[in-house]
């Protein structure tokens, strides 16, 4: 299923905090929004897993409106992993991973094996099933982040919008994330402050900058010299990995080179 936003518009106190933006990430696709911060990246994600209402514009996926769906439907098309994603309740990690299940099951209905099992290879493909039986607040945040991406996966989501997921996540954990990401099924749509992250784990990528998209593309058409100085006001050389391929920023920090 297809996600798309089509001219989304959010205005609060007469500011317009997104304005217009149109952004279709296919099944399969991962399509990550960069920009500044207070640019309107984390309000867009906020109208997928609708946390907000758009004020004008809609989110679709596929051809339903998420605003006409009932909770449930739209929780089993749409999982979300964001940046105030916070249990502060000490549950078990295996509890906090079938909690993902829910929009699944209906009342007080107990998982069954299948559903246990998917909780269960979750957790292995995550390298977190070692930590099933400990208490979510003991963990490290790094741990904890993972434990919430595996919620959202045992989801089964059509949709994944992720908010900064590779915060305190070391480089090995950052880089297995987003190689999941790349073959995890869904659209995902995912914020990512680190433009080399994107590059290279992205398919497309849309900028945005004071709420409007700047552009959007592959990363090779979107990252260059003259755009990363526009938007973000650094200089940078754009070279290409030397394994990948990939377009990989090196910063300058000397504003005069």
């Known amino acids: ?6 001219r989304l518009t959010v205005v609060t106190d007469g500011r317009s905090l997104v304005h217009e933006l149109s952004l279709e990430v296919a099944e399969g696709q991962v399509v990550g929004l960069v920009g500044p911060n207070g640019s309107g990246k984390s309000t867009a994600l906020r109208c997928v897993y609708r946390a907000l209402r758009p004020t004008r514009g809609t989110v679709r996926v596929n051809d339903d409106d998420l605003t006409r769906l009932t ?8 999982a979300a992993m ?5 249990v502060d309740l000490d549950f078990t990690v295996e509890e906090v991973v079938a909690l993902g299940r829910a929009p699944h099951l209906r009342g007080n209905q107990a998982l069954g094996r299948a559903e246990r099992d998917l909780c269960r290879e979750t957790m292995e493909r995550l390298g977190i099933h070692h930590l099933a039986r400990r208490g979510i607040l003991t963990l490290s945040g790094g741990e904890r982040q993972r434990v919430l991406l595996a919620r959202a996966l045992v989801q089964e989501p059509k ?14 954990h950052q880089i297995e994330l987003l190689r999941l990401l790349r073959g995890a099924g869904p659209a995902v749509l995912v914020v990512l402050h680190d433009l ?12 945005l ?13 979107v990252l260059t010299t003259d755009l990363v100085a526009d938007v973000f006001g650094v200089r940078a050389t754009v ?3 030397p394994l990948t391929g990939d377009p990989q920023l090196l910063y300058s920090l000397d504003p005069s080179r």
């Open 1 to 6: 299923m297809d996600l798309r936003l089509d």
């Open 71 to 78: 909770p449930r439907r739209s929780a089993r098309l749409v």
């Open 82 to 86: 964001t940046q105030d994603g916070s």
């Open 159 to 172: 949709v994944l919008v992720l908010d900064e997921p590779t915060n305190h996540l070391d480089v090995r």
């Open 196 to 207: 080399n992250l994107a590059a290279a784990a992205c398919d497309r990528i849309g900028v």
């Open 209 to 221: 900058s004071q709420g409007r998209l700047v552009t959007a593309g592959t990363p090779e058409q």
């Open 239 to 241: 070279v290409p990995h």
